[in-house]
């Protein structure tokens, strides 16, 4: 999926370097209690892959160790790896700031009725998708019954004091197209959610996130079946703007998958890109003594993905 197009050879992604290191992503597993259509992990409640023991130490130790400032947790649904909370507390001890990337169903399943007091009492950041505020898109692209179950999670977050302007608890939720199109305006979407969610529901949060499909994995397969490939990415690279690349998250991140091993984003990850472009896998044990920044970044042809248009990081548009 990853392979070079043949208008592409004409435009290479430009070479990008590692900055500061400041965000340790972790995939912490690869259960989910959804099967959504554009995952781009392909998690869904059969998958069993999950984050050892020895691998969570070894993240642990990496924080400490390399002073990160953000621990940021995916999955899957992350709240579903029995160490989840636990890690959750060793970060917020440090000082290091969470984000969980919420599915918001996951509040709605059997067990986690505390969950929501859980996040709250340690202060993290819940960062949510919610591709659309009409219930017949959200089920159209993550299973029937989501948009409600989500709009309950919501609430829930809400009731435990997230997503108020003047709240320290941070509720964040994430936009992505449904189909082969860039996502529109952040500001002006992040607008229409705001007044949309809480006339019809009474639900507030924070900001919106606008993000591009990846034309990888699933939906990359989908557009492959489509004949949709090559005009997508034709797309994204005739909308690549320069300034967005001073601002892609891989600049200030790593990211871990379930196995401990490191690369250089999420996306990345799923294409099995590793590191740096690393001839071998590298665990992140092995980077406890060792230096990743000014490392250069093993990019391709999806990474106009993060630099089309306003842009996509793991916090929504680069410009404005
Ligand atoms: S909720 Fe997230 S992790 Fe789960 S299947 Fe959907 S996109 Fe994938
Ligand atoms: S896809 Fe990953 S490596 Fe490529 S620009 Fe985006 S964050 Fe960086």
Redesign the pocket.
Known sequence: MHGTLPFLNQRKFPIIKRGNLHTLQINIGLK?N???F??H?N??PKRKEKMSDATIEAVKTFLITKNIDTLDIT???PELHPEFRSLVKYARENGIHVIDRC?LTILEEPGMEDLAQFLADHEVEVIA?LPCYELENVDKQ?GKGVFEKSIDGLKQLNSVGYGYSNSKLSLNLVFNPQGPVLPPAQDELESAYKKELLNRHGIEFNKLFTLCNMPINRFGSTLVSNNQLDDYMSILVQSHRDENIENVMCRNLISVDWQGYVYDCDFNQMLNINLSDNEKQIHISELIDNDVEGDVIAVRDHCYGCTAGQGSSCGGALTA
């Open positions: 989910c959804q099967q959504c554009h995952c992990v998690s869904s999955g899957g649904a599915n998708s993550r």
